[in-house]
């Protein structure tokens, strides 16, 4: 059973950084693609960054150059590392794998950006 948990969300304040970290089990993580969504309230949820199982990375475009995104795959982990985080960026950030035709998600960590 494929599992993705996620870590490492909680409050910043405006500038600040933090690192999401998912941890997979179940599946054979380094054939698998990954992306982190985020979802604020009210809002729908929205593509952050995306990795593909040979690397490759892609960003939204209202993160580029703030966030990166990166895997372990020796640990089974994907991470988000923040910087310079806004309070625009407060969401809840989810871990989502696409592995074998179908698609996983985790059950979210919290981000919030306040002074």
């Known amino acids: 059973q494929v599992q993705l948990v996620e870590s490492g969300g909680g409050l910043v304040q405006p500038g600040g950084s933090l690192r999401l970290s998912c941890a997979a089990s179940g599946m054979i993580f380094s054939i698998s693609d990954m992306c982190w969504y985020r979802q604020a309230p009210g809002k729908e949820r929205e593509l952050v960054a995306s990795?593909?199982?040979?690397?490759?990375?892609g960003y939204a475009d209202s993160v580029k150059g703030r966030f990166t995104i990166s895997r372990d795959n020796g640990k089974g982990t994907l991470y988000l590392q923040m910087n310079s985080l806004k309070p625009e960026d407060t969401a809840r950030y989810y871990c989502?794998?696409?592995?074998?035709?179908?698609?996983?998600w985790g059950q979210g960590t919290q981000v919030t950006v306040s002074s």
């Open positions: 990795i593909t199982r040979f690397g490759g990375t």
């Open positions: 989502n794998a696409w592995y074998r035709n179908t698609r996983y």
